[in-house]
């Protein structure tokens, strides 16, 4: 079983740019897909980006696409997320996850493996 930290989270102001680093160990991230999903107060917590594996196809949530960038590493056994204009509304924390599928899915209930998340605060 694959296991999953986040980093690089922070505090910001807004039009700011982070770079979220997934590092996994146990396995190699690339027998999966993963996902980047947020989890705002007393919200739910959302898809924001995915990849797939191989073939480096990505997905990302509609308010975030041309601002966020995912990428993978598999020397490194990492996924990023590349963060730029920043906004207040994208302050929540941040969470990776792995799944064994064959494309990335907006369900966090299909991912198998998640982090601890990484808290990103956007101030205006």
């Known amino acids: 079983q694959v296991q999953l930290v986040e980093s690089g989270g922070g505090l910001v102001q807004a039009g700011d740019s982070l770079r979220l680093s997934c590092v996994a160990s146990?396995?190699?991230?690339?027998?999966?897909?993963v996902g980047w999903f947020r989890q705002a107060p007393g919200k739910e917590r959302e898809f924001v980006a995915g990849?797939?594996?191989?073939?480096?196809?990505?997905y990302y949530q509609e308010s975030v696409k041309g601002r966020f960038t995912i990428s993978r590493d598999d020397a490194k056994n990492t996924v990023l997320l590349q963060m730029s204009s920043l906004k207040p509304e994208d302050t929540a924390v941040y969470y990776c996850?792995?799944?064994?599928?064959?494309?990335?899915?907006?369900?966090?209930?299909?991912?198998?493996?998640w982090g601890q998340g990484t808290q990103v605060t956007v101030s205006s």
């Open positions: 990849i797939t594996r191989v073939v480096t196809n990505t």
């Open positions: 146990g396995s190699t991230i690339s027998s999966y897909v």
């Open positions: 996850a792995a799944a064994s599928l064959a494309s990335p899915t907006m369900k966090p209930n299909f991912y198998d493996a």
